[in-house]
T-cell receptor, first 114, second 115 residues
Framework: DAGITQSPRHKVTETGTPVTLRCHQT?????MYWYRQDPGHGLRLIHY???????DKGEVSDGYSVSRSKTEDFLLTLESATSSQTSVYFC?????????????FGQGTRLTVV | GENVEQHPSTLSVQEGDSAVIKCTYS??????FPWYKQELGKGPQLIID?????GEKKDQRIAVTLNKTAKHFSLHITETQPEDSAVYFC??????????????FGDGTTLTVKP
């Protein structure tokens, strides 16, 4: 398995509180991504990073921010959590930008906003 | 943007039978089509992929076909086994994006293989 660690694995938080999820990789891959997975919606990209301090928005970025200060860490922050952000969050990494390059996924973080 | 539709959403087969999952995509510029398997409580894992300049690719019991003209691609699993039971996702990667993982995913197919 690729060296990807997501923390925490499970979290319950209250509406309106800030939440930060962490993705840590030991593969030294340049590209990192945050996805959310909801029943019936597959995986949807929230934000991604193509290098230290270089990030960009995905298709469902509203309400989320990210930061990448080191190659190995990619943080996803919910500034003020809402119930619609209850989901399973996956981090992924890939080595290069071209097609035919495998993306490796972490184990996921289950977030419940009550 | 790209739109990927995946069918069926659920599929139940008898052990030893074949299973076929189909996906269509909307953007003809997409050039890479990976398939992922997700087991319960785990992240998706790549099982096979195909590039737009190839029509078919096979890896043991798994094969993928691509029809660029019709903009659809399919996953074929032969001689299914109970351990093939999982959720399968197709994805389409649009050329020119900055990261290989920035793909658009289908909604998934839950495959159940009955012993």
């Amino acid at each position: 398995d690729a060296g990807i660690t997501q923390s925490p694995r499970h979290k319950v938080t209250e509406t309106g509180t800030p939440v930060t999820l962490r993705c840590h990789q030991t593969e030294n891959h340049r590209y990192m991504y945050w996805y959310r997975q909801d029943p019936g919606h597959g995986l949807r990209l929230i934000h991604y990073s193509y290098g230290v301090k270089d990030t960009d928005k995905g298709e469902v970025s509203d309400g989320y921010s990210v930061s990448r200060s080191k190659t190995e860490d990619f943080l996803l922050t919910l500034e003020s959590a809402t119930s619609s952000q209850t989901s399973v969050y996956f981090c992924a990494i890939s080595e290069s930008a071209g097609a035919n390059t495998e993306a490796f996924f972490g184990q996921g973080t289950r977030l419940t906003v009550v | 943007g790209e739109n990927v539709e995946q069918h069926p959403s659920t599929l139940s087969v008898q052990e030893g039978d074949s299973a076929v999952i189909k996906c269509t995509y909307s953007d003809s510029a997409s050039n890479y089509f990976p398939w992922y398997k997700q087991e319960l409580g785990k992240g998706p894992q790549l099982i096979i992929d195909i590039r737009s300049n190839v029509g078919e690719k096979k890896d043991q019991r798994i094969a993928v076909t691509l029809n660029k003209t019709a903009k659809h691609f399919s996953l074929h699993i032969t001689e299914t086994q109970p351990e093939d039971s999982a959720v399968y996702f197709c994805a389409a990667h649009l050329a020119g994006q900055r990261g290989a993982g920035k793909s658009t995913f289908g909604d998934g197919t839950t495959l159940t293989v009955k012993p």
